[in-house]
């Protein structure tokens, strides 16, 4: 089992609609990661976070460690929002632990 | 300055061919990685470097052999890949010494070996 488990794989959704993926862990962490990356593209870091909720623009990130899960919300999606939407968490010092991702497609 | 900056962003490579991959920041983090990525698959850590000292090393061939010359720049060099190896090569660096600092990713090189 891995560490991380994400989940939906891969949504599909139209312009506007209220996106929720979900992130689920099995160890103990001090904060959690969301990141995003574009087909082809490099990665950009959208939240880090240790506790409660986190808010930017149309993104908002939640977490509950007391569940070992987090949720990545999207409002009024865009078809620019289509990405991949991956969670990670920091094992020891310095290495990532990476969700498999989820694979949005926001349709106009 | 709050990027990381790769490049090339693609480099096609002979089996028999060197190279190297750049990679460079100037917001003072003293962690500086290399990923590997595969299609469809998450970051895979290769290297990490720690005030210019390589502090992991995840198993990775000899082909490929980090080098970080100063704070700022990270590079990978190449030398007789695989086929196999074609990958999207990704740096990142971060705050070093606590848990509560984040990454910031460069935009990766895509390397093809023929």
């Known amino acids: 089992k891995n560490e991380v488990e994400q989940s939906p794989q891969n949504l599909t959704a139209q312009e506007g609609e209220f996106i929720t993926i979900n992130c689920s862990y099995s160890?103990?962490?001090?904060?959690l990661h969301w990141l995003q990356q574009h087909p082809g593209g490099g990665i950009v870091s959208l939240f880090m976070?240790?506790?409660g909720k986190k808010k930017h623009g149309r993104l908002i990130a939640t977490i509950n460690i007391q569940e070992k899960h987090s949720s990545l919300h999207i409002t009024a999606s865009h078809p620019r929002d289509s990405a991949v939407y991956i969670c990670?968490?920091?094992?020891?010092?310095?290495?990532?632990?990476f969700g498999q991702g989820t694979r949005l497609t926001i349709n106009p | 300055d709050t990027e990381v900056t790769q490049t090339p962003k693609h480099l096609v490579m002979g089996m028999t061919n060197k190279k190297s991959l750049k990679c460079e920041q100037h917001?003072?983090?003293?962690?500086m990685y290399w990923y590997k990525q595969k299609a469809k698959k998450p970051p895979e850590l290769m290297f990490v470097?720690?005030?210019?000292?390589?502090?992991i090393n995840e198993s990775v061939p000899s082909r490929f052999s980090p080098e970080c010359p100063n704070s700022s720049l990270l590079n990978l060099h190449l030398h007789a890949l695989q086929p196999e190896d074609s990958a999207l090569y990704l740096c990142?660096?971060?705050?070093?010494?606590?848990?509560?600092?984040?990454?910031?990713f460069g935009s990766g090189t895509r390397l093809t070996v023929v």
């Open positions: 470097y720690s005030y210019e000292k390589l502090s």
């Open positions: 990670a968490f920091r094992q020891g010092a310095q290495k990532l632990v």
């Open positions: 990142a660096s971060s705050q070093e010494g606590t848990v509560g600092y984040g990454y910031t």
């Open positions: 976070l240790s506790s």
């Open positions: 917001m003072g983090h003293r962690a």
């Open positions: 160890v103990g962490i001090s904060a």
